[in-house]
């Protein structure tokens, strides 16, 4: 059996956008509830984040796959903001 772990990592844009909704004090983890490993997002899928009547959407710029040795393996998602708002 496999070891999946997911890493969101934020573009530039994507950081700043995030930062503004949920600033530094706040648990950002709280507000990043994602679907299972298996029903993750594809590149150019947009999720909405942040907390409850603020979301925001952020594109899925870049899904990664790191094998990480033996059954381990990492799963990042870079997120961007769409377009029109950077």
């Given at each position: 059996?496999?070891?999946i772990q997911?890493?969101?990592?934020?573009?530039?844009?994507?950081?700043r956008?995030?930062?503004?909704?949920?600033?530094?004090n706040?648990?950002?983890?709280?507000?990043?509830?994602?679907?299972p490993?298996?029903c993750?997002?594809?590149?150019?899928d947009?999720?909405?984040?942040?907390?409850?009547?603020?979301?925001?959407p952020?594109?899925?710029?870049?899904?990664?796959?790191h094998?990480?040795?033996?059954?381990?393996w990492?799963i990042?998602?870079?997120?961007?903001v769409?377009?029109e708002?950077?």
């Open positions: 059996m496999s070891n997911l890493d969101i990592e934020w573009t530039e844009a994507a950081s956008k995030i930062e503004k909704l949920m600033p530094r706040v648990n950002k983890d709280s507000y990043l509830a994602l679907p490993v298996e993750l997002p594809m590149e150019g947009v999720l909405f984040l942040g907390p409850a009547g603020k979301q925001q952020f594109i899925v710029a870049e899904r990664q796959y094998h990480d040795g033996d059954a381990d990492t990042i998602l870079i997120l961007d769409p377009q708002t950077h």
